[in-house]
C-alpha cells in the first residue's frame, strides 16, 4: 500500500488525545438562531463550550424592485443587533458578471413567520423553497453551475473511472443501484427502517430556528409525511440527521457485492481499517429528509472520502447537491471570508446568487433513488432535499492522499478554528505504520 509514503508525516512521537465531540457540536450549535443567507460571523471557540462567543448579525443590503435569489434570502430580524454595514459581499463587484443571466422565479419564496421560538414569540424568518427547482433551471441558473459526471453502475469502465475521479478529485454520480438484482426493493423502506433502527428515536432538526432534539422515529415518519414538500407559514419542519444505520441495511451494503469494495467503508482502499477495533471510526449514518430541509455548506472531516447513497424516496423525493472540486478548497475558504463566514464552522447556507458568484465552478447533482454521490477529499459540498421523505446511507473512508491532506492541509485549519479533528488522523497514521 505504499505505507512508506506516510513517514514523513511522523515527524515527532504520535500524541493521540480522545477529541472531544461537544465541542464541535457547541462550535456549530450557536445559542443565537440563525436562517438560510444569514450573514453570521462566529467567534472561535476558546477554553470550554461555556466560553462560546455569540455570533453578529450584519444587516442586508436594501432590497431592488425586482427581487433575486439572494434578496429572498437575507435575514430581516433582529433589528436591535444588526450593524451598520453590510457584508462585504454585497458591496464587491469582483465577480459581477459571473451570474448576470440569473434566473429569478427559482426558489423565491415571501417571507414566512415562524409559529414560535425557543422564548415562545413568533418571530418573521426569510427563507428559500425550492419550488420550480429542476436540475436544468438550476443548470441554467449561472454560467458558473456544470452538471456532474454520471456512470452507469453496470459500467465495465466503471473501476477505471472511479480510479480517475480519485485522481481528478471532481464529484462523480454513479447511477442506476436500484435497478440491479440485488437492489433490495423491501428492505429499504421507511417501514423497515423504523423497525430495525438502532434506537427508536432519532435527532432531529428544526430547520426554522437549528435547534436539535430527540424525537420518536414513528412520530418523526407522521410529522414529514403530513406536511408539504415546501415550506409554509406557521409549520414544523424536521430534519432528521446522523441517524445510525439499521443493522439488516449495513450487512448489505457490505455482504451484497453491489457496491465495489473499493468505495465501503474499511474496504481496500479505507485506512480506517488499520485502526483497533477499540478505537474504530464509526462514520456510516442514515439521513432522513424531506423538501425544503437542508444541510449546510461543509466538507466531510479531514480529507476524508465521502459515500452517499440514495436508498427510499416517496412522492418524488430527491436531493440537490452544490459541490466544488477538492482543489477549489482554498478558494471556497476564502470566498467564505470575503462573505463574513468560516466555511470550517460549518454554520452558513450559502444561497444561489453568492454560488453563482463564486471564483470557482459549482457541480450540480439531482440525487435520485439508486444515485450514489462520491464525494472527494476537502470538496465543498451544500445539500438541500427536495420533493417528499428521503433516506440517505452515508460513510466516509480515508485514502492515502485524504492522510496527506488532512496531516498538512485539514488539521491546521482545525487548530485555528477551534475544533477537534474527531477522526484522529495521526492515530491512523500510526496504525497504518505498524
Partial sequence: MQLHVLLPFVKHPLRTTMPVESWRKALIQDNQLRHWGDAVQPRPLTGTTQSHSRSRVYSSPSSSATPSPSTCLQDKTRPSRRLTSPPNHSRDGDHSDSGSNVNNNIGLLPTVTDATTSSGSARPIAM???????????????????????????????????????????????????????????????????????????????????????????????????????????????????????????????????????????????????????????????????????????????????????????????????????SSSVDATKYFQKLGQELDHENYVINLEELAKAPFKIYIIEQKLGDLVLVPPRSCHQVVNFGGITIKTSWSRMSLDGLSMAYHHELPIYRRVCRPEIYRVKSTIHHALV
Wanted: glycine content about 8%.
Fill in 128 to 326: 428559500t423553497s425550492t419550488i420550480g427547482w429542476t436540475l436544468d433551471a438550476l443548470l441554467g441558473h449561472s454560467p458558473n453551475f456544470i452538471a456532474t459526471k454520471r456512470i452507469s453502475a453496470a459500467s465495465e469502465d466503471l473501476a477505471k473511472i472511479l480510479q480517475d475521479y480519485e485522481r481528478r478529485g471532481e464529484p462523480l454520480v454513479v447511477e442506476g443501484y436500484q435497478s440491479h438484482p440485488k437492489w433490495p426493493r423491501e428492505l429499504f423502506t421507511m417501514e423497515n427502517f423504523i423497525k430495525d433502527a438502532v434506537s427508536n428515536e432519532i435527532t432531529v432538526r428544526n430547520i426554522h430556528d437549528w435547534t436539535d432534539r430527540r424525537m420518536n422515529i414513528t412520530d418523526f415518519a407522521a410529522s414529514s409525511r403530513s406536511v408539504g414538500h415546501y415550506i409554509t407559514p406557521n409549520e414544523v419542519r424536521l430534519y432528521g440527521k446522523d441517524a445510525e444505520c439499521p443493522e439488516p441495511w449495513e450487512h448489505w451494503l457490505h455482504n451484497a457485492g453491489v457496491i465495489p469494495s473499493s468505495l465501503l467503508g474499511n474496504g481496500p482502499q479505507d485506512f480506517f481499517r488499520y485502526r483497533p477495533e477499540s478505537a474504530s471510526v464509526q462514520t456510516l449514518m442514515c439521513y432522513l429528509g424531506i423538501g425544503d430541509t437542508f444541510t449546510p455548506c461543509h466538507k466531510d472531516l479531514c480529507a476524508s472520502s465521502g459515500q452517499n447513497l440514495m436508498c427510499y424516496t416517496e412522492e418524488g423525493g430527491a436531493a440537490f447537491w452544490f459541490m466544488t472540486k477538492g
